[in-house]
């Protein structure tokens, strides 16, 4: 069977009991699978399902079947709440807007990969309109894929519906053919961009037709960088002032927003052959780049997780950076949250770099909110994110084999860290208890292949990460209690604190090493450190001992401090 002649359709149910809306319709079956699974994991819908459409080339219709359901599909809700439906287009001009070319974007989605081309250069080139109609079944199949569901939104016959697409359709291309035919659409490379714009600045049409003489300048290009690469061309060769300035670069903004937004235009121009977590760290990097470049100054692990640039990206970049190609912009931004709340893992094989890459696009995206998107879509992205990396099989592979429990410990404290989003906390919460309070742990931790000041000083570092990694007081506290607990035991089997305080040493040199373990550096807060304390206080109250701090400036300004970490200060 021709695979143009299949294709696969989203829909989606926004609340129970509400209407069937069209949300992508593609020619790949994965793709489709990979959206409706996206969708429902962000929580953006009440139900989904996808469908295969075939057409039938004897009675030229599509047969459907539904290859896939989830959420409440079945569900109809008591009151049907009312749904405002898009306007319909009804003139030419208003398949030039935002929506109605993103809708085009969808429907067209395979016919326009396959030509290397945008829903603004459709609109805007003879050669692409007519190619499109001589393709015959491909701009029927579309006006279909999108008359189904709105004849449902809208209570009319789904017939009823195509003939007025197709008269829209015919009226857009009767247009554009007739105005190249008459001359009427401007040739850039011949009379020039600015002068162009300028003319134009006025004009009823100035979109449109300055729009098809930025389609046609790059026609010629072999890529979607190539493509890039022109438009920037043109950016720079807008007028420098006055009414055409504002409309060359809006009209440029178009197709470069679109290329941008749109997998294969990104991946040309920032490169092929990454993964997702590098290809969303190098778009972070292009949209975000002065802030980036300043956290890469100052955070090594930005600096490792994000790639250079080519020459066309920092060129891009810079264009972005303004006021200007804000909407430009906005779509990549849009493309890196879609992706962060999508199924796909960032770094499939390597859970540890995963987690670097999500910490490394947190800060990134962080330092840029608000000039790039709202903080609020920013903290949604990363907690449906984190919601990944608290699963079973994302901790049973980031953990892998062989590792100590100590060290698993420490691994899953720098995963609570890095999750956000008190559901995430508690579940990431739950893993570390389940290490720290094992079996497997404490015989690892009280054991004698390390001595007992080594073992303590683990457990402290355990401890104080355990503190500052952003769980609830009721996830960490268990955490901590146990760790002091197993300093407790270490240090009373070895007697440190009383050892310590007997050693023939300096009383100044045994009251720091005593103050340390009270103070929770040397050992985890809890009963070892409360024996270390109560020894610190007996040396501390020796005539002996301070008049050694006193002869000693110095040692007495560290034990000042070291007493008031110890609550020793009263």
């Given amino acids: 069977m021709d695979g143009s002649r299949v294709h696969f359709e989203v829909f989606v149910r926004k609340v129970a009991g509400g209407p069937w809306t069209l949300d992508r319709a593609t020619e790949s079956r994965a793709a489709a699978l990979e959206t409706a699974e996206g969708l429902m994991a962000a929580g953006r819908v009440a139900a989904v399902r996808v469908s295969k459409e075939v057409f039938d080339e004897e009675t030229r219709e599509f047969n459907s079947v539904v290859i896939l359901k989830l959420g409440q599909a079945e569900v109809v809700a008591k009151a049907r ?17 935002l929506h109605a070319r993103e809708r085009i974007g969808r429907l067209l989605e395979g016919w326009l990969e396959r030509n290397n081309a945008t829903p603004f250069e459709l609109l805007h080139r003879p050669d692409l309109v007519e190619k499109l109609e001589a393709s015959g079944v491909d701009l029927q199949h579309a006006i279909q894929k999108i008359a189904v569901p709105e004849a449902h939104a809208r209570a009319m016959s789904v017939h009823e519906l195509i003939r007025v697409f197709q008269a829209l359709v015919e009226r857009a291309v009767e247009r554009l053919l007739k105005d ?15 002068r162009a714009a300028d003319r134009l600045a006025t004009d009823a049409e100035r979109g449109y037709l300055l729009g098809a003489g930025v389609a046609a300048s790059i026609a010629a290009a072999a890529s979607w960088a190539d493509k890039v690469e022109r438009l920037l061309d043109l950016a720079d060769a807008a007028p420098a002032k006055g009414q055409g300035r504002p409309l060359a670069l809006f009209t440029v903004q178009q197709p470069l927003a679109e290329i941008l937004e749109a997998k294969p235009g990104i991946t040309d121009v920032l490169g092929k052959g990454q993964d997702l977590g590098a290809s969303l760290a190098a778009m972070t990097r292009l949209v975000a780049y002065d802030a980036v470049e300043q956290l890469t100054r100052i955070e090594p692990a930005v600096a490792r997780v994000m790639p250079e640039l080519s020459n066309l990206a920092v060129r891009l970049a810079g264009w972005l950076s303004g006021e200007i190609f804000q909407d430009t912009r906005a779509a990549i931004g849009r493309r890196i949250l879609r992706e962060l709340k999508g199924p796909r893992r960032l770094c499939p094989g390597d859970a540890a770099r995963e987690i670097d890459v999500l910490r490394a696009l947190a800060m990134s995206l962080t330092a840029a909110a608000g000039k790039l998107m709202p903080m609020e879509e920013v903290q949604d992205a990363f907690a449906a994110r984190s919601k990944m990396l608290v699963t079973g099989d994302f901790v049973e592979a980031y953990l892998g084999q062989g590792q100590s429990a100590h060290d698993e410990v420490e691994a899953l404290v720098w995963l609570a860290e890095n999750v956000i989003g008190a559901a995430n906390k508690r579940l990431a919460a739950g893993w570390l208890k389940a290490v720290v309070q094992s079996l497997r742990f404490e015989k690892e ?3 004698v292949d390390e001595t007992p000041g080594v073992r303590l000083a683990q457990l402290a570092a355990l401890h104080r990460a355990a503190g500052r990694c952003g769980l609830a007081t009721a996830d960490s506290d268990p955490v901590q209690e146990k760790l002091g607990e197993l300093g407790g035991r270490i240090e009373s089997h070895a007697r440190l604190a009383a050892s310590v305080a007997q050693a023939k040493a300096p009383l100044v040199h045994r009251l720091t090493l005593l103050l340390k373990l009270a103070a929770g550096e040397a050992a985890p807060l809890g009963p070892a450190a409360n024996r270390a304390r109560a020894e610190a206080l007996k ?11 006193a002869e000693q400036p110095e040692q007495m300004r560290q034990v000042r401090d070291l007493i008031e970490q110890a609550g020793l200060a009263a």
């Fill in 539 to 549: 040396l501390f109250r020796l005539d002996a001992t301070r008049a050694e701090l």
């Fill in 445 to 447: 931790m009280t054991g």
């Fill in 81 to 97: 709440p009312q749904v405002e439906a898009q306007p319909l287009c009804v003139t030419p001009q208003d398949l030039y807007t």
């Fill in 180 to 194: 190249h035919r008459r001359g009427a659409l401007p040739n850039l490379d011949k009379e020039g961009f600015a």
